[in-house]
């Protein structure tokens, strides 16, 4: 069975942390997305990648920051989380040429 | 530019009632449209999609239309049930794999 799948479901930091969200994906997609979804704004792409240790920036990439080095493995770096980075964290990926995106089942991340 | 635009929530309907959830688009080009579903606590999952104008997507008896005249794509069930209770998003994709989605419907089935 496909599957995207993240580290971590639930994670609760503090004010200043560095926070790693790791996503690894097992359908050799090319292609790797980080969302973010809050209540009443649906998805927002913060960063996506089209290849190893290629990234591109999305709707709102301030504050993160991204890493590929294995075409299977995509993660989202928060340097400094803030209060205001509370919120659902949504990895995808998708095979190219307008596929269907494959999502994993989300971090939702707490920053006091 | 590209985007999608979806009926606001929160929609509450009895059982066996039947379900309409708007949505249109805005693109360039030739998109792929969607439907994705969100059920408590897990991500998003595909529900039905379309790749060309007049295809009908279906499934779990869910079902759409890429109306290109219209540019719309909206989702429609004959008949509810609890278990569809959900938030469901629509969305397009365009030339590049670049995702657009709606801000998502969310959708309460009562007994």
């Known amino acids: 069975d496909v599957k995207v799948t993240q580290s971590s479901r639930y994670l609760v930091k503090r004010t200043g942390e560095k926070v790693f969200l790791e996503c690894v994906q097992d359908?050799?997609?090319?292609?790797m997305f980080w969302y973010r979804q809050d209540p009443g704004l649906g998805l927002r792409l913060i960063y996506f990648s089209y290849d190893v240790k290629m990234k591109e920036k999305g709707d709102i990439p301030e504050g993160y920051s991204v890493s590929r080095e294995k075409k299977e493995r995509f993660s989202l770096i928060l340097e400094s989380a803030s209060t205001n980075q509370t919120s659902m964290y949504l990895c995808a990926s998708t095979r190219g040429n307008a596929g269907e995106l494959f999502f994993g089942e989300g971090s939702r991340l707490t920053v006091l | 530019g590209n985007s999608v635009t979806q009926m606001e929530g929160p929609v509450t309907l009895s059982e066996e009632a039947f379900l309409t959830i708007n949505c249109t688009y805005t693109?360039?080009?030739?998109?792929?449209l969607f439907w994705y579903v969100q059920y408590p606590g897990e991500g998003l999952q595909l529900l039905l999609k379309a790749t060309k104008a007049d295809d009908k997507g279906s499934n779990k008896g869910f079902e759409a239309t890429y109306r290109k005249e219209t540019t719309s794509f909206h989702l429609e069930k004959g008949s509810v049930q609890v278990s569809d209770s959900a938030v469901y998003f629509c969305?397009?994709?365009?030339?590049?794999?670049?995702?657009?989605f709606g801000t998502g419907t969310s959708l309460t089935v009562i007994p």
């Open positions: 693109a360039t080009g030739y998109p792929s």
């Open positions: 359908m050799d997609h090319e292609n």
């Open positions: 969305a397009l994709s365009a030339w590049g794999n670049q995702f657009y």
